[in-house]
């Protein structure tokens, strides 16, 4: 499946109350270079958000505070990743069906994204999603 799991340089302070702070770069740590930034915050928990892929965008998302697991699909199989820790950052690859299921309430989902916002480039129907991966549409890789 078209995805990793990508731990981001964390500097812990000395003195652990100040804090930790994690860091990345486009293209040095991740696969893309970054045109657009944004985040979900005030989501309850149990409240499932995504159900689409997209055909072009490569994203880097990760989750600064709470829990939220994330549901892959690439239309053959299926897999879940735990963003459950600052540091952790999950990059996808085109192509993969994505849902965003909130397991503590006010956890905070970053993404960052290698393009502007189009919304010609999100497939947001089941069955036209499995006909782009199966007709081979999907050419991003890791
Ligand atoms: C994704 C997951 C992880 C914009 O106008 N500009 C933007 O850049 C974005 C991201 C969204 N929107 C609008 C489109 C919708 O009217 O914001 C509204 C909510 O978007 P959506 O229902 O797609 O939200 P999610 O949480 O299901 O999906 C979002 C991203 O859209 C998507 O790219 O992969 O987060």
Known sequence: MQYSII???TIYHE??????LSVFEGVNDIPFE???IYYICGA???IKRGMHAHKELKQMMFCPYGEIEIELDDGWSREIVLLDKPSKGLVLMPGLWRNMIWRKKDSVLCVVASEYYSSSDYIRDYDAFLAFVQDGNNNGGL
């Not at 003195?15 to 930790?20: C, E, H, P, V």
């Open 7 to 9: 731990q981001l340089k």
């Open 15 to 20: 003195d652990s109350s100040y804090g930790a």
């Open 34 to 36: 970054i045109k657009r």
């Open 44 to 46: 309850d928990d149990g």
